[in-house]
């Protein structure tokens, strides 16, 4: 047999004495719900708790500023309930002080965020590691300086780990193109080359590359001489290097990027390298 359901409760129209008649009858997280609503937070903290609506119960003690009650009931929540119940009462300075004392750097940050003190979630942030997050939060707060210094961070630790495209993209849009540059050069010459065209960086890609080729011709290394004619779009003059220095297989490439496919595959031909001509590959692909 299932159990009857109580009747539905008709307000006599006075709040005060409604509690009383929903408390008397047992109904207590009803009652409370009422003294919340009219802003009543310590009765609803107890009958919220009386009623085993502990974060409810949290809510209306940090909402009614009961610091016995809270600490009581923090004790006896998770952290994720403890978070809710002050989100949902709006209380942003306990929520913080819940935050700074599990140094959860993270959402301090996103709390800042939300009263947008961008400067406070930038520190937040840096605490946290968050070093993009950071520099964003930085900007908002038109701290140029702040951001300039986070951004040298990032760059750091981009080196660091090996990604030198990426710090060299956060330098560019930085607007230090030439710092950009330096962090590239370390690379093997035609990946620096090549990053720096990823870049938009046009101008000081061809002058690195010619510099690159002078140096090739110095030191008298057809390879590499041929090797940044390529890169350069001068395709017949490093076809010609590559002949004289008998590397029948680079140049026969070259000669596939011009379009000269006979050569090419006679070339590959003769370096033994017949698997490698246009048609041998496209065969291979089908």
């Not at 409604?18 to 609803?44: M, Q």
Request: hydrophobic share 40%; net charge positive.
């Amino acid at each position: 047999v299932r159990p009857e359901r109580p009747a539905p409760f008709v307000s006599s129209g006075d709040w005060q004495a409604d509690v009383k008649t929903l408390e008397t009858a047992g109904r207590t997280r009803d009652a409370a719900r009422i003294h919340e609503k009219n802003k009543s937070h310590a009765d609803a903290q107890r009958l919220y708790e009386a009623g085993g609506d502990l974060k409810s119960a949290l809510r209306n003690a940090a909402l009614g500023d009961l610091p016995e009650a809270f600490n009581r009931l923090s004790a006896k929540l998770k952290g994720e309930e403890i978070v809710e119940a002050l989100e949902r009462a709006e209380a942003w300075e306990k929520l913080m002080e819940f935050h700074v004392a599990k140094s959860d750097f993270d959402a301090i940050a996103k709390l800042y965020e939300r009263a947008t003190q961008f400067d406070q979630a930038g520190l937040a942030w840096e605490r946290a590691g968050k070093l993009s997050l950071a520099r964003k939060a930085y900007e908002r707060a038109r701290d140029a300086g702040s951001a300039h210094r986070v951004r040298d961070l990032e760059v750091q630790k981009l080196i660091e780990r090996g990604d030198r495209l990426g710090a060299a993209t956060l330098q560019v849009t930085g607007g230090k193109k030439a710092e950009a540059l330096e962090t590239l050069k370390p690379l093997p010459g035609p990946k620096a080359f090549h990053f720096m065209q990823k870049l938009k960086l046009t101008a000081e890609a061809d002058a690195f590359a010619k510099a690159e080729l002078a140096k090739a011709e110095a030191e008298n290394n057809p390879v590499q001489r041929a090797r940044w004619l390529e890169l350069l779009g001068r395709l017949p003059e490093a076809a010609e290097v590559y002949l004289a220095a008998d590397r029948k297989d680079k140049a026969a490439f070259v000669f596939e990027a011009l379009g000269d496919l006979k050569k090419a595959a006679e070339l590959l031909e003769a370096a033994g390298q017949l698997d490698k001509a246009p048609g041998k590959r496209c065969e291979q692909r089908r």
